[in-house]
Nanobody, 126 residues
Framework: QVQLVESGGGLVQAGGSLRLSCAAS???????MGWFRQAPGKEREIVAA????????YYADSVEGRFTCSRDNAKNTMYLQMNSLKPEDTAVYYC????????????????????WGQGTQVTVSS
C-alpha cells in the first residue's frame, strides 16, 4: 500500500512560482506518478505525468513550458515546479501513483491511478 502526501501549496501572485512535493510512504520507484488538479466547479484534469525512471514526461498543453515535473526515487518523492503562474492555475493539486506497465507508461487517465494524495491548495491572485 502506498500513501501519498502533497505539500508546498499556497497563495502566490500571478507570475510567481511554487514547488509542490509529493512524498510517498513506500517505495515508488516502479510506479508511474502524476499530478492532477481540480478547480472549483470543474472536473479534475491531468497536469503532468512521469514514468518510473523520470525519463519520460507528459504535460498538459496549458502548463507546457511553465511547469516541470521531476522525481527522486531515492527519496520516494515527486515534485512539480510551477513557474509563471496564472490565476487559471488556481486549483487543488493532487498527486497520484500506479504500478508502471513499462518505460513508456505516462498515463494521463485518472482511472489508471490507484493511489491518491489528499490534495494541496494553490491559489494564484491577479
Amino acid at each position: 500500500q502506498v500513501q501519498l502526501v502533497e505539500s508546498g501549496g499556497g497563495l502566490v501572485q500571478a507570475g510567481g512560482s511554487l514547488r509542490l512535493s509529493c512524498a510517498a510512504s513506500g517505495r515508488t520507484s516502479s510506479y508511474t506518478m502524476g499530478w492532477f488538479r481540480q478547480a472549483p466547479g470543474k472536473e479534475r484534469e491531468i497536469v503532468a505525468a512521469i514514468n518510473w525512471s523520470g525519463g519520460r514526461k507528459y504535460y498538459a498543453d496549458s502548463v507546457e513550458g511553465r511547469f516541470t515535473c521531476s522525481r527522486d526515487n531515492a527519496k520516494n518523492t515527486m515534485y512539480l515546479q510551477m513557474n509563471s503562474l496564472k490565476p487559471e492555475d488556481t486549483a487543488v493539486y493532487y498527486c497520484a501513483a500506479h504500478r508502471s506497465s513499462g518505460y513508456y507508461d505516462t498515463s494521463t487517465s485518472q482511472e489508471q491511478y490507484d493511489y491518491w494524495g489528499q490534495g494541496t491548495q494553490v491559489t494564484v491572485s491577479s
